[in-house]
T-cell receptor
Framework: EAGVTQFPSHSVIEKGQTVTLRCDPISGHDNLYWYRRVMGKEIKFLLHFVKESKQDESGMPNNRFLAERTGGTYSTLKVQPAELEDSGVYFC???????????FGPGTRLTVL | KNEVEQSPQNLTAQEGEFITINCSYS?????LHWLQQHPGGGIVSLFM???GKKKHGRLIATINIQEKHSSLHITASHPRDSAVYIC??????????FGTGTRLQVFP
C-alpha cells in the first residue's frame, strides 16, 4: 500500500511568487493534516481536513495560505504571494480515525528567496 | 514556553549504550506520540500511548500522566538508531503539538 506522498519534494521561488504544494494521503484516509517546520523551530499544525471539509484551520498563518481538498482525496496548499518567512518544510499526514496514528509524507522543502 | 518540551536537544552515544529521551508537557492530553525522522527521511510514528508502557523491539515508551512526563528508551543502541526523535501530544482535537525534537547520534 502506498504511503502519503507529497509533491514537489523541493521548491525554490522568489518572494511574491505563487507556489502550490500537493499531498496525496493514504487511500481511504478521511483525515488529512498539514504541518510546517520553519528553521530551528518545532513542527506546527496548519490545518485539518475531514474528507473535503476543513475541520480546523486555526494554524493557518494568514490569508496568503489557501488549502483545498476537492473530492476528499488529494489536497493542495497554495501560498500566494510567498514571503521570506514562509520558507520551511511542509508536511502532510493522514489518518483513518481522528484519534489514530497519523502517517506522514516526506515533506516539501520550500525556499523563498 | 512550548507546551511540549524535550530533553536533551542533542545526544551522542556509543553503540550498545542505553539511551533515554525525555518529554514533558504542560497541557491535558488524550495521547502522546513518539516519532522518528532519519536524516533525509520522512517522519515515522513509533508509539502512541495514553498510559503505562509500550515496547517494540529495542524501543520502550513510558508515560506518567500525573507527572505529565514521558520517556523513550532505546536499549542496545545501534548506529542505525541515529535520527531525530520527536515527542508530540494530541488533546481533545486530533492535531498534534510537537516538541522541538532530540537529535541522536550513535557511533560505532
Amino acid at each position: 500500500e502506498a504511503g502519503v506522498t507529497q509533491f514537489p519534494s523541493h521548491s525554490v521561488i522568489e518572494k511574491g511568487q505563487t507556489v502550490t504544494l500537493r499531498c496525496d494521503p493514504i487511500s481511504g484516509h478521511d483525515n488529512l493534516y498539514w504541518y510546517r517546520r520553519v528553521m530551528g523551530k518545532e513542527i506546527k499544525f496548519l490545518l485539518h481536513f475531514v474528507k473535503e471539509s476543513k475541520q480546523d484551520e486555526s494554524g493557518m498563518p494568514n490569508n496568503r495560505f489557501l488549502a483545498e481538498r476537492t473530492g476528499g482525496t488529494y489536497s493542495t496548499l497554495k501560498v500566494q504571494p510567498a514571503e521570506l518567512e514562509d520558507s520551511g518544510v511542509y508536511f502532510c499526514a493522514s489518518s483513518q480515525d481522528r484519534t489514530g496514528v497519523q502517517f506522514f509524507g516526506p515533506g516539501t522543502r520550500l525556499t523563498v528567496l | 514556553k512550548n507546551e511540549v518540551e524535550q530533553s536533551p536537544q542533542n545526544l551522542t552515544a556509543q553503540e550498545g549504550e542505553f539511551i533515554t529521551i525525555n518529554c514533558s508537557y504542560s497541557v491535558g492530553i488524550s495521547a502522546l506520540h513518539w516519532l522518528q525522522q532519519h536524516p533525509g527521511g520522512g517522519i515515522v510514528s513509533l508509539f502512541m500511548l495514553s498510559s503505562g508502557k509500550k515496547k517494540h523491539g529495542r524501543l520502550i515508551a513510558t508515560i506518567n500522566i500525573q507527572e505529565k512526563h514521558s520517556s523513550l528508551h532505546i536499549t542496545a543502541s545501534h548506529p542505525r538508531d541515529s535520527a531525530v526523535y520527536i515527542c508530540a501530544v494530541s488533546r481533545n482535537t486530533d492535531k498534534l503539538i510537537f516538541g522541538t525534537g532530540t537529535r541522536l547520534q550513535v557511533f560505532p
